[in-house]
């Protein structure tokens, strides 16, 4: 079994652990707070079950009808995320309003706020776990599961905070209050989410970073060409799509333009293992004087 699916299979049940432990906090308490808390946690459990479908779907090889693969199905899953934070978001924000309207005491809070507060260490060692290896395996699922979890996290702190303040306080209102200004971090955070992984979606290049150094690797091994120009990058989840044109000059035999070729997309693929290269050989006359230089 792939390791990204092995995690995020993890991920689903880390998430079904914390959920009936946060809403078992607030059957102790009757606090409102924590009663969102775990209604955002419900989220928790969908989110891992959609990067668990994406990243099935992505490892899937590539077939007739889908002849580059399917890893942009990560892409999808974590703009599904990041809609799911903010559909929890609001719905957060609606309990917030009505217990600001109605609020009411909260019963054995300590208790409750222990065993929340083992909910929330839970999930904050989880997410930066998500986070690490979602980066480590280019998983744009893991990342998007771990950052939402690290959003669940902040929600779950600022409804800590706010329940201890009512019962130091006695000010009811306090609690709905607080879980109200954490879910308008959570709402900022799915925007981030989904930000960030269209730009995925619309074939957005490598970072110039990474893409210097793929000019730099190119130069250096392409000996023999001429000339390498129009080159595109773009990410796929987690494989990086990297085209280019090679200049040869025109009396080359096809197998030593060949042999170039294999020399220039070994040393891509040392450098970036889930890289997919095309390569494109030209005659001299196409040359554009505005590409990649050859070291010779």
């Given at each position: 079994?792939?390791?990204?699916?092995?995690?995020?299979?993890?991920s689903?049940?880390?998430?079904?652990?914390?959920?009936?432990?946060?809403?078992?906090?607030?059957?102790?308490?009757?606090?409102?707070?924590?009663?969102?808390?775990?209604?955002?946690?419900?989220?928790?459990?969908?989110?891992?079950?959609?990067?668990?479908?994406?990243?099935?779907?992505?490892?899937?090889?590539?077939?007739a009808?889908?002849?580059?693969?399917?890893s942009?199905?990560?892409?999808?899953?974590?703009?599904?995320?990041g809609?799911?934070?903010?559909?929890?978001?609001?719905?957060?924000?609606?309990?917030?309003?009505?217990?600001?309207l109605?609020?009411?005491?909260?019963?054995?809070?300590?208790?409750?706020?222990?065993?929340?507060?083992?909910?929330?260490?839970?999930?904050?060692?989880?997410?930066?776990?998500?986070?690490?290896?979602?980066?480590?395996?280019?998983?744009?699922?893991?990342?998007?599961?771990?950052?939402?979890?690290?959003?669940?996290?902040?929600?779950?702190g600022?409804?800590?905070?706010?329940?201890?303040?009512?019962?130091?306080?006695?000010?009811?209102?306090l609690?709905?209050?607080?879980?109200?200004?954490v879910?308008?971090?959570?709402?900022?955070?799915g925007?981030?989410?989904?930000?960030?992984?269209?730009?995925?979606?619309?074939?957005?290049?490598?970072?110039?970073?990474?893409?210097?150094?793929?000019?730099?690797?190119?130069?250096?091994?392409?000996?023999?060409?001429?000339?390498?120009?129009?080159?595109?990058?773009?990410?796929?989840?987690?494989?990086?799509?990297?085209?280019?044109?090679?200049?040869?000059?025109?009396?080359?035999?096809?197998?030593?333009?060949?042999?170039?070729?294999?020399?220039?997309?070994?040393?891509?693929?040392?450098?970036?293992?889930?890289?997919?290269?095309?390569?494109?050989?030209?005659?001299?006359?196409?040359?554009?004087?505005?590409?990649?230089?050859?070291?010779?």
């Open positions: 079994m792939d390791r990204s699916l092995k995690i995020a299979i993890g689903l049940g880390v998430s079904v652990v914390v959920l009936a432990i946060k809403y078992a906090a607030y059957l102790l308490t009757g606090s409102i707070a924590l009663y969102s808390d775990a209604l955002e946690s419900i989220i928790n459990v969908a989110t891992a079950v959609a990067a668990i479908i994406a990243i099935r779907i992505a490892a899937t090889p590539a077939d009808e889908h002849p580059y693969g399917h942009k199905a990560e892409y999808i899953s974590a703009v599904v995320v809609a799911l934070i903010i559909v929890a978001a609001l719905a957060i924000l609606r309990e917030a309003y009505g217990a600001f109605q609020p009411t005491p909260i019963e054995t809070p300590w208790k409750g706020l222990t065993v929340s507060l083992a909910a929330t260490v839970l999930n904050a060692l989880w997410s930066l776990n998500l986070i690490r290896q979602g980066r480590l395996h280019r998983s744009a699922a893991l990342v998007a599961d771990g950052k939402h979890l690290m959003a669940d996290v902040v929600t779950s600022g409804v800590l905070v706010g329940v201890v303040g009512v019962v130091l306080t006695g000010i009811l209102q609690d709905a209050a607080i879980a109200a200004l879910a308008l971090h959570v709402l900022w955070s925007w981030g989410v989904i930000r960030e992984n269209t730009s995925g979606l619309l074939d957005e290049a490598v970072a110039p970073a990474e893409l210097e150094e793929i000019r730099r690797t190119i130069s250096a091994h392409a000996g023999g060409a001429l000339e390498v120009h129009a080159l595109r990058t773009r990410h796929a989840g987690r494989v990086t799509f990297i085209d280019f044109h090679l200049v040869v000059p025109g009396a080359m035999p096809t197998e030593q333009a060949h042999d170039i070729c294999d020399r220039i997309e070994d040393a891509i693929m040392e450098m970036v293992p889930s890289a997919n290269v095309t390569i494109h050989v030209e005659p001299e006359r196409k040359v554009e004087q505005v590409g990649v230089p050859v070291v010779a």
